[in-house]
């Protein structure tokens, strides 16, 4: 199985939960690589505990060539718009920023039927 090197961008309320249930599924092809983080939360000491590196966006801009999917949790179109700019800006033509849509389509896949806090507004891609 190909494994998909993933980062979290945004380890609020929906990160943290999203970080969690995605290190349950790690024998499934997930690798979490990465977080980016500027606050203490539930998700960078969770990140931490796993031996997950938090970084800052231009230090996960110079991994981003190892880097998938980066799932976007900030619900900041600044950040969205920051990361689309930099990785333009790099070349990366790899890297797939994911929305909140693709994190809540993911949650439903391997989810109890619990449900991903929703806290950000819809701001489409």
Known sequence: MQKQSIAIVGLGRVGSVFLEKLLKQAN???????????????GTVLAKANGIQNLSLDQLMAKSDSIDILFDLTGAPAVRKE?????????????????????????ALVSDGDALPNVHAKIGY
Do not use: D
């Open 83 to 107: 990361l689309r700019e930099k990785l333009m800006v790099s070349g990366n033509r790899h890297t797939v920023i994911a929305t909140e849509s693709v994190a809540n389509l993911i949650w």
């Open 28 to 42: 499934k092809g997930i690798a979490i690589v990465a977080v980016a983080e500027k606050g203490e939360t539930a």
